[in-house]
């Protein structure tokens, strides 16, 4: 058995293995290239383009274009009229976009603990949390696994609730045939430059909802009657404001970016299951350690690989398995801290970590494995072994 480097053995990679780097490639530097070169740089016809391209994709009827997927939680909720003396539940499993944006409303974040094989919340738990002062219901389609939406839908419809999904890692993802956008709610998706589709910042809100779809646009840009690009186009100065708006309009160059990057989504998806099936098949073996449940009917987008880990049956901790994987030149990460264990939370509405149990042990035990388009076979060989080398020398 090979000493673990972070024990002064030799690393199992020679160089750092990053956990998450974008897939740029020539195609996106041209293509922003040109936007610089076109005379218009911020919201227009890459902008228009990229919607549509959205939509044929999805199958959903209408694509906003937004500056982050937090601006897009957000705007959908002040448009549902969400806020003061309301509540909203969401999963603490996320990252604090989700629940943060609540706040920003006036309205009250409610936790509802998570499923413990998808990490996706449960819809008894939701069913718990509803009080007549619940409005809205928020799933994260965690990690690129579509969430219970067919139980979340019956539960919206028996207490009349707005759900807006958080699908910030789910581009590319399906459930029962649809893709995640193309369903009953509006679906908000993150192009940070970390997901599966980047446009360095960026998000959308794809909706079946024609009126929802035209406030969106409305409210992204200052509640003008009229963008800067169609002022010009038909030279036209005039203007008026019908609400006072906010901006969080997303530009050109980040349009061209992510219509670039659509064309790949498929591949690279399908890589990333690839990556997912080949660390699956190898850590089943580990009666210590669980591997992400896929349910049936459903495609995944893989954003993440969340592997639990049982640290009772280990000599080492999470965070020293953490250090042990980077001084074998692996990275790796934990998603996430659980929202409701975080300080301002617990300062705020007085939540205890062990206050949603799933969720809180399953932080404890986590440990997100790399997995992107540009890792080679080669970086999954250095990646099982050195988990294999840890999991052997630190085994109880
Ligand atoms: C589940 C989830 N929701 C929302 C967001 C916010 O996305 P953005 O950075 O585009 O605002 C993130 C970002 O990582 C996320 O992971």
């Known amino acids: 058995m090979d000493k673990p480097a972070i024990e002064g053995g030799t690393p199992v990679s020679k160089e750092y293995l990053p956990f998450s780097p974008p897939d740029i490639g020539e195609e996106e530097i041209k293509a922003v290239t040109e936007v610089l070169r076109s005379g218009w740089i911020t919201t227009g016809p890459r902008c228009r383009e990229f919607e549509q391209a959205l939509c044929a994709y999805t199958g959903a009827s209408h694509a906003v274009l937004l500056s982050s997927a937090t601006a897009g939680l957000f705007l959908c909720l002040k448009l549902y009229d969400i806020g003061e003396g309301d509540e909203v539940i969401t999963t603490p499993y996320t990252f604090a976009a989700t629940a943060n944006v609540i706040i920003h409303t006036g309205a009250r974040p409610v936790f509802a603990d998570i499923n413990e094989d998808t990490f996706n919340i449960s819809p008894s738990q939701i069913e718990k949390r509803i009080t007549p002062r619940t409005k809205a219901v928020i799933p994260v389609h965690y990690g690129g696994h579509p969430a219970s939406m067919v139980e979340i ?223 080679s076979d080669r970086d999954i060989d250095h990646v099982l072994g050195a988990l294999t080398n840890l999991f052997d020398y630190y085994k109880k």
């Not at 028996?158 to 399906?174: F, K, N, P, Q, R």
């Not at 995944?300 to 690989?305: C, E, K, M």
């Not at 880990?309 to 692996?330: C, H, M, N, P, Y």
């Open 153 to 375: 839908h019956e539960i919206a419809e028996e207490y009349d609730l707005i759900v807006i999904e958080d699908a910030a890692h789910a581009i590319g993802a399906s459930l029962r045939g649809n893709k995640i956008g193309n369903g009953f709610n509006p679906a908000v998706f993150s192009f940070h430059a970390v997901k599966n589709l980047t446009t360095a910042e960026g998000g959308a809100v794809l909706t079946n909802d024609e009126h929802l779809a035209r406030q969106l646009r409305l409210y992204a840009l200052h509640g003008q009657t009229k963008d800067a690009f169609a002022k010009q186009q038909a030279g036209d100065w005039q203007y008026d404001i019908s609400v006072p708006g906010y901006k969080f309009n997303m530009t050109d160059l980040q349009a061209a970016i992510g219509l670039e990057q659509l064309k790949k989504l498929e591949r690279n998806n399908k890589r990333r299951e690839s990556i997912a099936k080949r660390y699956t098949s190898h850590l089943v073996q580990y009666d210590f350690a669980t591997t992400p449940a896929v349910h049936e009917h459903i495609v995944h987008a893989w954003h993440l690989y969340p592997l639990r880990v049982d640290f009772s049956k280990l000599t080492i901790g999470r965070d020293r398995f953490i250090e042990a994987l980077a001084a074998e030149g692996i990275s790796s990460n934990v998603h996430f801290i659980p929202v409701h264990a975080t300080t301002h939370y617990r300062m705020t509405y007085g939540y205890e970590p062990f206050d949603f149990p799933v969720a809180y042990n399953s932080f404890l035990r986590e440990v997100s494995l790399p997995i992107y388009p540009g890792l």
